[in-house]
């Protein structure tokens, strides 16, 4: 299409997910290089301000790129706004797709769209009172079935808490102290320990009453 298609001057292409911008970004500069930039936030400033630059003066057919430029950026005279990956939220596909149509000009906004995005086409077609025209895909596209690692189904892990047992609910580990272990500590004097000791009464040393 972007091949095909001459007006295709300006382009804006938006990604969900800064890696999938840099997979997407690769793909395009095997076919237009050099053609091509690409933003998103694990680009240094300086980087981002030079594409931005080359963008701006016309060196750059188009940028992809995330959320990062579709709001407090003033780009002008952006042809097309390509919605590669839906977004889950209305707004941020509002502020896409008014990167262009700016100033009394004209501007085409596209967006691939799965059956999983059928709910969130709807919150959009609300917010902005009118439907969303949709078009079959071209019969000359090949839409390829091999999935990348980023849309491989993500297998949420299960926190297992384990309950830890009180002591009275478990068995002979924790059983119940020897007697010797019972003792308790009674102070006596040193007079009743001598008695004891040996029987009989300490006489010696001791005043007569």
Same mark, same amino acid.
Not at 143 to 154: A, F, G, I, N
């Given at each position: 299409?972007?091949?095909?298609?001459?007006?295709?001057?300006?382009?804006?292409?938006?990604?969900?997910?800064?890696?999938?911008?840099?997979?997407?970004?690769?793909?395009?500069?095997? #076919?237009? /290089?050099?053609?091509?930039?690409?933003?998103?936030?694990?680009? /240094?400033?300086?980087?981002?301000?030079?594409?931005?630059? /080359?963008?701006?003066?016309?060196?750059?057919?188009?940028?992809?790129?995330?959320?990062? +430029?579709?709001?407090?950026?003033?780009?002008?005279?952006?042809?097309?706004?390509?919605?590669?990956?839906?977004?889950? #939220?209305?707004?941020?596909?509002?502020?896409?797709?008014?990167?262009?149509?700016?100033?009394?000009?004209?501007?085409?906004?596209?967006?691939?769209?799965?059956?999983?995005?059928?709910?969130?086409?709807?919150?959009?077609?609300?917010? +902005?009172?009118?439907?969303?025209?949709?078009?079959?895909?071209?019969?000359?596209?090949?839409?390829? @079935?091999?999935?990348?690692?980023? #849309?491989?189904?993500?297998?949420? +892990?299960?926190?297992?808490?384990?309950?830890?047992?009180?002591?009275?609910?478990?068995?002979?580990?924790?059983?119940?102290?020897?007697? @010797?272990?019972?003792?308790?500590?009674?102070?006596?004097?040193?007079?009743?320990?001598?008695?004891?000791?040996?029987?009989?009464?300490?006489?010696?040393?001791?005043?007569?009453?």
């Amino acid at each position: 299409m972007v091949r095909e298609t001459e007006t295709m001057e300006r382009v804006l292409i938006f990604v969900n997910n800064k890696r999938i911008v840099d997979l997407v970004f690769e793909t395009l500069d095997e #076919e237009f /290089s050099e053609q091509f930039g690409v933003i998103h936030s694990n680009k /240094s400033q300086n980087y981002r301000l030079n594409t931005m630059a /080359s963008f701006q003066a016309g060196e750059l057919r188009g940028l992809v790129t995330t959320d990062i +430029m579709a709001r407090g950026l003033d780009i002008s005279d952006i042809t097309h706004v390509i919605n590669l990956q839906f977004t889950d #939220e209305p707004e941020k596909y509002m502020h896409r797709i008014g990167r262009t149509g700016r100033a009394d000009k004209k501007g085409v906004a596209l967006a691939f769209i799965t059956k999983a995005d059928a709910d969130y086409r709807m919150a959009i077609e609300e917010m +902005m009172g009118c439907k969303i025209p949709v078009m079959k895909m071209p019969e000359e596209v090949e839409v390829s @079935k091999e999935l990348t690692e980023y #849309e491989m189904p993500q297998v949420a +892990m299960k926190n297992v808490l384990v309950k830890v047992a009180k002591p009275e609910d478990v068995g002979p580990a924790f059983h119940e102290k020897k007697d @010797k272990n019972k003792k308790v500590n009674i102070k006596v004097r040193r007079a009743e320990a001598m008695k004891i000791k040996y029987k009989k009464p300490k006489t010696r040393g001791q005043k007569k009453k």
